[in-house]
């Protein structure tokens, strides 16, 4: 089945009150959905996890994960990680609203194969924040599309972020934005938790 994409310009009502007031003037010029634009709307959990992380997190992880499916939570995220990508499949496999935000444009990208379940019913939602035409998921562009993906949410859970590392970076950023953010209870939690992060939330 074609899903048809559409584009959301900043002058668009439909375009996120939230990136503008999060982002000024690095705000996208316009967003290319696939799905259903009023999830963005939902009130979602942005997960957000540094690439490598210890296997403890990882577990707690997916328990998490199992959770939210149940709960049918909204959650939304890159999920380009190997961890993220199984989060994906878990929550894929519930009936909550899940949004997805590639690090790339839209041109030449292929659906994965449990994507048109969801978005047929109105519960997936592809949101990308880049010219159609940029196909390379740079390290550059992935950090962008989790500022986007931190600003559409309402709270931010960050599994773990490495020291000195770009999601640590990320977290001080939308802690100045005056926005939530959240960790797992862990050993290795100390330093989200001493710039301001709280235990739970999820």
Request: positive net charge.
């Amino acid at each position: 089945m074609a899903f048809t994409p559409m584009i959301l310009e900043q002058d668009d009502a439909r375009f996120p009150q939230a990136l503008r007031d999060c982002l000024g003037e690095q705000v996208p010029r316009a967003l290319t959905i696939l799905g259903d634009a009023k999830l963005l709307q939902v009130p979602a959990v942005a997960l957000v996890c540094s690439r490598r992380c210890p296997g403890s997190i990882i577990l707690n992880t997916y328990d998490l994960a199992q959770r939210w499916r149940a709960e049918g939570r909204a959650v939304i995220g890159g999920f380009h990680s190997p961890m993220e990508g199984e989060v994906l499949t878990i929550l894929l496999r519930g009936r909550g609203p899940v949004i997805v935000c590639p690090a790339r444009g839209l041109e030449g990208m292929r659906l994965k194969g449990e994507y048109p379940g969801p978005l047929e019913a109105g519960r997936l939602l592809l949101v990308l924040a880049f010219e159609a035409n940029d196909r390379r998921a740079t390290v550059q562009a992935a950090v962008y599309r989790n500022r986007v993906v931190s600003a559409l949410a309402e709270r931010v859970l960050v599994a773990y972020a490495a020291p000195e590392s770009k999601t640590e970076a990320l977290c001080r950023e939308v802690l100045g934005w005056g926005k939530a953010v959240y960790t797992l209870r862990s050993e290795y939690s100390g330093a989200l938790l001493a710039l301001g992060a709280r235990e739970g939330g999820t």
